[in-house]
């Protein structure tokens, strides 16, 4: 399809779902579940790859799991000290994301942290920019916890269960770790040839090895 032209708009999950309902796109791009109220739309989601987000603190640190209720109370700065969830009695320094971040709008999103005032991540929050300042920071900082990309866990810092469940990528894909999400494109009705074959393309091998050089692909 050599004179087929792409456009894409980064709006919002929300906005695009909307616009996709009201036939101002073909294909509508979600980095979430698709709400009720969007399903009873008559939208389609079709999940064309998964993200996962590791919690992250010290590998000092002796805590090996929190529910997400806890990491939610952490990040509010309604649970202040280690202690409190059977840890050291050290107080907590909270490492998160600069504005604009889709890790930290993920994440925020996943624990209920994006109140209708904004974020609800408290304010004397360590703010990093991007995913390997937030990392070096946990893993130079005993008391720190934050979240990065499943993808560059490694030995500098530790990885929580969350709810019991470790962050792999086999528990992602089968909804066991929490904190993860579905990147879905959503269609309305019956598609047109284009985007038909656009979609086909995206769950190719050729387009799902796309995916994995940023997420986890939905087609090994």
């Known amino acids: 399809y050599p004179d087929t032209r ?4 980064g709006i919002g999950s929300s906005a695009g779902m909307k616009m996709l309902n009201e036939d101002g796109c073909e294909i509508g791009m979600a980095s979430r579940q698709l709400k009720q109220t969007e ?3 008559g939208l389609e989601p079709i999940a064309i790859a998964y993200d996962g ?11 090996t799991d929190l529910t997400k209720e806890e990491i939610q109370k952490i990040f509010m700065g309604q649970i202040t000290n280690w202690s409190e969830v059977g840890g050291a009695d050290e107080e907590i320094l909270v490492v998160s994301r ?14 209920k942290l994006d109140g209708d005032q904004g974020s609800m991540v408290v ?15 946990i893993a130079s900082k005993s008391q720190a916890i934050g ?12 990885a929580l269960l969350v709810d019991g469940a470790q962050a792999t990528v086999e528990n992602i894909k089968s909804n066991v770790y929490g904190v993860s999400r579905p990147l879905n494109m959503a269609t309305k009705g019956e598609m047109s040839e284009l985007a038909r074959a656009y979609l086909d393309f995206v769950m190719s091998p050729e387009g799902q090895k796309i995916v994995a050089d940023h997420y986890i692909p939905v087609v090994d």
């Open 6 to 9: 792409v456009d894409v708009q």
């Open 53 to 63: 987000i590791a919690v992250v603190i010290h590998p000092s640190n002796d805590i």
């Open 123 to 137: 304010e004397n929050a360590l703010i990093a920019e991007g995913n390997g300042a937030v990392k070096a920071n």
């Open 147 to 158: 979240y990065i990309s499943l993808g560059i866990v490694d030995e500098t810092v530790k």
């Open 98 to 111: 600069e504005d604009g971040s889709g890790t930290r709008g993920a994440f925020e999103e996943i624990l």
């Open 39 to 41: 399903l009873d739309w």
